[in-house]
């Protein structure tokens, strides 16, 4: 169970995650690079224990938007 204020705190951690690694990919980043940044680290302590790890998270973030801006 949960309640809407730690909904609401997984996906600011999402949006603020996509929003890093989106940057650093308009910056000409490549993945290895952009694992190297650690767009995460602010968020590891309360979310980084779950059955994805964050350089895994940051890898899928990384490829959905890697096509989203190659499509462009």
Same mark, same amino acid.
């Given at each position: 169970?949960? !309640?809407?204020? #730690? $909904? /609401?705190? +997984?996906?600011?951690? %999402?949006? #603020? $995650? *996509? !929003?890093?690694? =989106? *940057?650093?990919? /308009?910056?000409? *980043? #490549?993945?290895?690079?952009?694992?190297?940044?650690?767009?995460t680290s602010e968020f590891d302590a309360e979310w980084g224990?779950? *059955?994805?790890?964050? !350089? !895994? +998270? $940051?890898? =899928? %973030?990384?490829?959905?938007?890697?096509?989203? $801006? #190659?499509? /462009?």
């Amino acid at each position: 169970m949960t !309640d809407g204020r #730690s $909904v /609401k705190a +997984f996906r600011e951690m %999402i949006e #603020s $995650v *996509r !929003d890093r690694v =989106q *940057r650093l990919i /308009k910056g000409g *980043r #490549s993945e290895n690079e952009v694992l190297a940044a650690h767009p995460t680290s602010e968020f590891d302590a309360e979310w980084g224990h779950g *059955r994805v790890t964050a !350089d !895994d +998270f $940051v890898r =899928q %973030i990384y490829a959905a938007l890697k096509i989203s $801006v #190659s499509a /462009k």
